[in-house]
């Protein structure tokens, strides 16, 4: 094997061992990006419960005013 021929393999081997490790980074930051787009999936359906949940905390609370208002009212007028 020539000089020349031995140089571009040592060349295309590296070229490939430098895409493999590349491509391992890709993946690896892939992953994470992919972990980290679950959990703001996740914590934004638990915010979402939770603003649900406030949502009928403050209707219940409406509604108790509501009614000790028309029971005064009730009282009131009999």
């Given at each position: 094997m020539s000089n020349v021929a031995s140089y571009r393999e040592g060349a295309v081997n590296?070229?490939?061992?430098?895409?493999?490790?590349?491509?391992?980074?890709?993946?690896?930051i892939t992953r994470k990006l992919m972990e980290n787009a679950r959990e703001r999936?996740?914590?934004?359906?638990?915010?979402?419960?939770?603003?649900?949940n406030l949502e009928l905390q403050r209707r219940m609370r409406q509604l108790e005013m509501e009614s000790k208002l028309l029971k005064q009212q009730e009282k009131e007028l009999g």
């Open positions: 590296m070229n490939l061992k430098d895409q493999f490790y590349e491509n391992e980074k890709r993946i690896a999936i996740k914590l934004s359906s638990e915010l979402e419960k939770e603003l649900e």
